[in-house]
Every structure is written in C-alpha cells, then in structure tokens.
C-alpha cells in the first residue's frame, strides 16, 4: 500500500505488523512511541461507563482478549527489528493486560529503562473498588549502542525553584502528574494521549530530524507532537475511518511549530564535568577537604566551595571523597 506522505512524513493505513515488515528497514527508527489497543473491549466502553461518544470516530480495532498475547508479542518484535541501536521504546498501557506485554517484552533482546506511572485527575468513578487514574509507560531501549536521553532538555541540573528544589529531579521522577485532554465537539479517537506528556517523552528522547515511529497511529498525536518539534515521522493506522477523518490534520501541521512553545532550560555547563579523576586529583580534594573542615564549615558550603575549586558536580565530589 501506498503511504499518504505529508511534510516528508509516510503514513500507512494499514496493520502494523505486516506494515512495519514491508515499509521499514530493520535498525532504521530512533524511537518509537505508541499507544496500543488495551484489550478491554474498547469498542463498548460507553455501554459500561458514562461516556458520551457523540464525537468519537467510529470504527476503533480492537482486540479480542483471547489474542491479546499473540498479538503484543508480535507487534513488539517488529518494533524490536525496526529500532536502531540504542533506540527507544515507550508504550502506554493499562494494566488489564499489562503482563502481556511484560512477557513479550522479556521475549526480545530489548531492556528495560524505567516503568513510568502516568497519573491524571479524575479516572472513571467506581462506588465498590479504588478508582483508576493512572496508565503504565514502559520504556525500553534497543541495546548495542548509547541511548538518546537529553538530561537537562526541560530543566537544567543547577536550576533550583524558590524553596531550593530542582525541578530537573522532579521532572524525571517516574510519577508523571499530567492531565487527560478533554476535546468537547471534537472529533477524536477512543483514547488520545494528552500532547504534554507526549513532548516530555519526545524532548527527552529524541533530537530534531529523527526518524519517530507510532505502531498505532489512533488519533495522530503522537504524529502531530513530533512533526511540531521538527522530528521525521512515520506510522501505521489499521482503522480506514480513523485514519481518513485525521490525515487531514497532519497536512496542516507545520513542522517545528512547537519549538518556540518550549521552556528554555538554564544549563550550565561544568568545566570537569565526565571527566576521570587521577590519584592527584583524588588527594589534592581530600586535602582542601580537610582544611575546609577545619576552619568550621558546613558540608554543604564545603562542597559547594569545591565544585566551583575543582569544575565537578556535588555528586561528584561527594562521591571521590567517599572513595579510599
């Protein structure tokens, strides 16, 4: 099949295994994001819970719990062969059939990175259980070479709020505090996955004009959210409705139009920073230590004091000092 190509951008309406197999070369993909189907029946959700679905495009695929299985570790294995070294993998899940996609992850030659909890604000209301308000984020790399992560792409490391913080810390904690999007009198898909969230996990792992692949296309954000920071896209969207009712909204993104909506990070940079200490670095640190201690300081003005002497960060220093 012919993909729709929009900004240099290839989109395929069709399934994404056979899809990945046939358009992708193996190694090719910096990384992907993708929402799968949860396997939940989504396709009658609105019989159980009150949800209006007045402006949900019809015709969402979903799959039958019995092949749930079968189908995440397939998916996951085209993905494994079509990631580069070093590439990365973030899947959004719920946690009905979360051990699916577990076992099929341990199946690959893929490693875990973290396993984020996505929490937002009121979740579907419950009277006789705990109400659900999170999803699960895994991120897996490709190993055999070094992984893209941006440490300081959101907030720099020697940033500090006004009670002595670092945002930087906080905003790489693996809780994520971010919103669902609600889209009155819009056309949407079953789930959409809220654009803050997406730039988080595109600003850290990925750099402009890399390759982004979206196994599940869905409602086109993580496409749109890409495109919007300058990254190349490509995608696979098995449903005809949905992909017909969105491709329009891509040919009117414009590439890189999220960049100047980013936060400016305040980065500074440390002379020594990564670079290995000697024995004579080692005992010159131990010496101004010491002498520093004795003329009764803290040990946070102390080492605050020898990173500005020594060009190293505070772990860093605490950690050659704890070195014998």
């Not at 577990?102 to 893929?110: I, P, R, V």
């Not at 002595?164 to 898909?189: A, F």
């Amino acid at each position: 099949m012919e993909p729709v190509i929009v900004h240099g951008c290839l989109f395929y309406n069709e399934d994404c295994i056979t899809g990945a197999r046939q358009h992708l070369q193996d190694n090719s993909v910096d990384l992907i994001i993708t929402d799968p189907p949860y396997g939940i029946r989504g396709d009658t959700l609105h019989q159980h819970y009150n949800r209006d679905e007045r402006c949900v495009i019809p015709g969402y695929v979903e799959i039958p719990d019995n092949e749930y299985a079968d189908f995440s570790l397939r998916w996951i294995r085209e993905a494994e062969q079509v990631l580069r070294p070093g590439g990365s993998l973030y899947i959004v899940s719920g946690y009905t059939n979360l051990y699916d996609i577990l076992h099929a992850l341990k199946q690959t030659s893929l490693v875990e990175v973290n396993h984020i909890i996505w929490k937002y604000r009121f979740g579907v209301f419950t009277r006789r259980k705990y109400i659900s308000s999170h999803y699960h984020i895994l991120l897996y790399e490709k190993p055999g070479s070094r992984r893209v992560f941006n440490t300081e792409s959101r907030y720099g490391l020697s940033e500090k709020t006004g009670d002595g913080r670092s945002p930087n810390t906080s905003d790489r904690e693996d809780v994520w505090l971010i919103n669902r999007e609600y889209k009155p009198r819009q056309q949407k898909n079953k789930n959409e996955l809220p654009q803050a969230l997406l730039i988080k996990m595109l600003q850290y792992s990925s750099n402009e004009g890399d390759l982004v692949c979206d196994f599940f296309l869905g409602g086109f954000s993580t496409a749109m959210a890409a495109i919007g920071l300058n990254r190349r896209v490509v995608g696979f969207e098995v449903s005809e409705q949905m992909f017909v009712a969105k491709i329009s909204g891509i040919q009117q993104a414009r590439p890189g139009s999220l960049l100047d909506t980013l936060r400016r990070p305040s980065v500074t940079r440390i002379k020594n920073q990564g670079q290995p200490w000697t024995g004579k670095d080692r005992a010159a640190l131990a010496s101004r230590y010491r002498e520093l201690r004795e003329q009764g300081l803290t040990k946070k003005a102390i080492i605050a004091i020898l990173c500005k002497e020594f060009g190293r960060g505070r772990f860093a220093i605490e950690k050659a000092l704890k070195k014998p």
